[in-house]
């Protein structure tokens, strides 16, 4: 989910009249992007073709499918950013920033936190 969709249905919940949220829980998202870890890798293939993505023969048969549909009943609540235009904004953003590398340390927290 996009950074601005969330801060954007934040908004929304915090805007509703008090009975219509309170003591809710939402799941932020659609149910159109209910993607697997694998669906979103072959997305950002198709951005940056030089990726390896791991091995596919473990198949994990865990349940991820999330329902959004009360967010969008009862807030109106509808992604405005697809994952294809994420994975372009994080592609543009790596190119106007070519020092900027996911291998750094501090993307790890196990290797960041014995780095102090």
Do not use: C
Not at 25 to 49: C, D, R, Y
């Amino acid at each position: 989910m996009h950074g601005q969709d969330v801060a954007r249905a934040f908004l929304l919940a915090s805007q509703a009249p008090t009975e219509k949220v309170n003591g809710q829980v939402f799941n932020v998202g659609s149910n159109a992007m209910n993607f697997t870890i694998g669906q979103i890798g072959e997305a950002v293939l198709k951005h940056f073709p030089l990726a390896k993505l791991n091995d596919h023969s473990i198949v994990d048969h865990r349940d991820y499918r999330v329902d959004f549909s009360k967010i969008k009943s009862l807030l109106g609540f509808e992604p405005a950013f697809d994952l294809d235009r994420g994975v372009r904004e994080i592609k543009g953003y790596l190119e106007e920033n070519p020092k900027l590398t996911y291998l750094d340390d501090i993307y790890y927290n196990v290797k960041y936190l014995f780095k102090k």
